[in-house]
């Protein structure tokens, strides 16, 4: 069982970064695969990137291609997504999500969910 608590979002002007963390509570952080999405006002939620547990393999959507950054530190149970140049488009509710299965993690399906956190980019 993992409990997921994002934060880090807020509101930032186009060309702008941010850097959104999750905290993960429970056993056995280091054996989850980890992955971010995304949820903007009236449309469907998008996979964003995924870290598989070895830190072998990093997926990324093409929105964030050049621009976002998966990354994790086992020691605090945290995954982090570093995002620069964002764009408005990038207006969205950032999730993380866990699960041991690295495919259910990329297909949304993931077991386990934060609560999100909120990304207003400006133009």
């Known amino acids: 069982q993992l409990q997921l608590e994002e934060s880090g979002g807020g509101s930032v002007q186009a060309g702008g970064s941010l850097r959104l963390s999750c905290v993960a509570s429970g056993r056995a952080f280091e054996t989850y695969n980890l992955g971010w999405f995304r949820q903007a006002p009236g449309k469907e939620r998008e996979f964003v990137a995924a870290?598989?547990?070895?830190?072998?393999?990093?997926y990324y959507a093409d929105i964030a291609k050049g621009r976002f950054t998966i990354s994790r530190d086992i020691f605090k149970n945290a995954v982090y997504l570093e995002m620069n140049n964002l764009k408005p488009e990038d207006t969205a509710v950032y999730f993380c999500?866990?699960?041991?299965?690295?495919?259910?993690?990329?297909?949304?399906?993931?077991?386990?969910w934060g609560q999100g956190t909120r990304v207003t980019v400006s133009p």
């Open positions: 870290l598989s547990y070895d830190e072998q393999n990093k």
């Open positions: 999500v866990a699960d041991s299965n690295s495919y259910y993690v990329r297909q949304g399906t993931a077991d386990y």
